[in-house]
Nanobody, 119 residues
């Protein structure tokens, strides 16, 4: 069974550039047919897709509203993928999740990590 574990800085100040990491176990992120997602949920709001990678590392999607401030990358030697969000504002406060998808939908989610942007 695949397990995903997010990690992040927790509390950051406005204009900082935090990185969030999703460590994957139980399956390789290079396995054909899977997509690796970052999704967030601001307080009191619904889920928001941020970006995702294909199994071959191709960046296949970034939310238009976040594209100018977002980068997604991976480290296959550590079996993890990373989200960097530039110049954060309080509106970026959210629980950040990573997830594994296939063409049939979502397979696994991490438990999420809280990122709070506050001075």
């Amino acid at each position: 069974q695949v397990q995903l574990q997010e990690s992040g800085p927790g509390l950051v100040k406005p204009s900082e550039t935090p990185s969030l990491t999703c460590a994957v176990s139980g399956g390789a992120i290079t396995t054909n047919g899977y997509y690796w997602f970052w999704i967030r949920q601001p307080p009191g709001k619904g889920l928001e897709w941020i970006a995702h990678l294909r199994h071959d590392g191709t960046t296949t999607g970034v939310s238009p509203s976040l594209k100018s401030r977002t980068s997604i990358s991976r480290d296959t030697s550590k079996n993890q993928f990373t989200l960097q969000l530039n110049s954060v504002t309080p509106e970026d406060t959210a629980v950040y999740f990573c997830a594994q998808y296939s063409n049939y939908g979502v397979n696994y989610w991490g438990q999420g990590t809280q990122v709070t942007v506050s001075s």
